[in-house]
């Protein structure tokens, strides 16, 4: 009987396309799926050259996979990829490896790598970003866990991984639940970078009065620069699309409500849990949440009506401002999600390489951008780096468009248009860069109120004040 060396469990879009994927780079390839049809349809949207293979029972499946099988599962995060172990597990042999592609919450993975290996099993989650075209074409894949099982599908990964400069989008990313961890807080960042771009697009539409040809030539000449990047270039594409329902430009019929699947939920959920600071993503977050208040919104636009809004005197600076602005705050905003990573690595002893999680952002993943080409370098030269601010080449850009930041910031403030992303960006960048914040007033209320002691600059140990009342 032939085997396979790879099998694959959820054929829908996603998983159909790694699949195919891998198999146009010479592997063979088995596909499970519960529904009959994408198992049938899986053969014949093969070519000729792919060694390929759907397959219908999971028992059939499982039995058709070489040893140690490789079984990768594309299926939605949660649940489903429960209840696939649960059917799976019983028909797998020692040493066989099940890699989650999903984007699983971490702990979830850590308590499947456990249950696995308690059964002689590994369990890999396994990061993969570029949607269903990165999927079929080249996507930057983040794998952690077992660094013996990851040695096996090595090999694989390289292959089917989106290249840049001749190198694989695709590297080890640490123990246990790593590859989910990173794939998250990559999501976080993904959120940010969107928020950004809206509020740019927001202030050039609004503030300047650009229409949507015009956004376009704006968007097309940034992504021609140093603002190349994934995001940027669709943006660009968007505003060229027309609907097929009206004569329009398609993003002027999109209602202004964000959905969210939860990975940039969870990214905030961490920060705050093992404490990093990450208000750029934490806002891109809670602004999706603000956007469905449609009604309210509609409501409160009424009963506050804005003033107009005065366009800005040199449209030409004023655009070159928002792209300084727009670039300063997404550096910014991977410099939280970086630190977030650092502090995780310490916190679950992941031991993330920095420098090649930038190195494998840089192709296929939907925050690729040449700007992570410039972090790479910084984590060259210090692996250990805490915060990318701290860079000495990253400092000479953030101060060249500090300005631009500020000014496109205050305009958002005067004129009305919500700017939350670029002014959380900015304060974030003012506190972190500040010696003396004025938080040891904060400490002097609580000792105050609750006894609850401070620490002085001048000498060590831990103090109570009997605070005075003044009225007393
Ligand atoms: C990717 C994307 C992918 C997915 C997001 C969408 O890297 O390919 O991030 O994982 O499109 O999860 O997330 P939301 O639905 O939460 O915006």
Redesign the pocket.
Known sequence: MERYNYGMVGLGVMGRNLLYNIADNGFSIAGFDLDEEKVKELEEGATSTMKVKGIGSLEDFVAALESPRKIILMVPAGKPVDAVLENIIPLLSKGDIVIDAG?SYFEDTNRRVADLGSKNLHFMGM?????EK?ARTG??IMPGGDLEAFNLLQPMLEAIAAKVDNEACTAYMGKGSAGNYV?MV??GI??AI?QLISEAYDLLKRGAKLNNDQLYEVFREWNNGEMNSFLIEITRDIFQQKDTFTDQYLIDQILDK???????KWTSEQAMEIGVSIPTIDIAVTS?ILSAYKEERVQASQLYPKAEIATPENTDQFIKEVGDALYLATLISYAQGLALLVKASEEYKFEIPLKDVVKIWRGG???RSVLLEKFYTAYTKDPNLSNILLDADIAAIVKEKIGSLRKTAAFAVSSGVSGLGLQTALGYFDAYTTEYLPINLIQAQRDYFGAHTYQRLDREGVFHTSWQSVNQ
């Open positions: 984007n990061g993969v970003s570029g949607g990165g996507p930057s794939k990559h999501n993904e959120y969107m964000a959905g969210a699947k939860g990975t940039g999706r993943c939907i925050i």
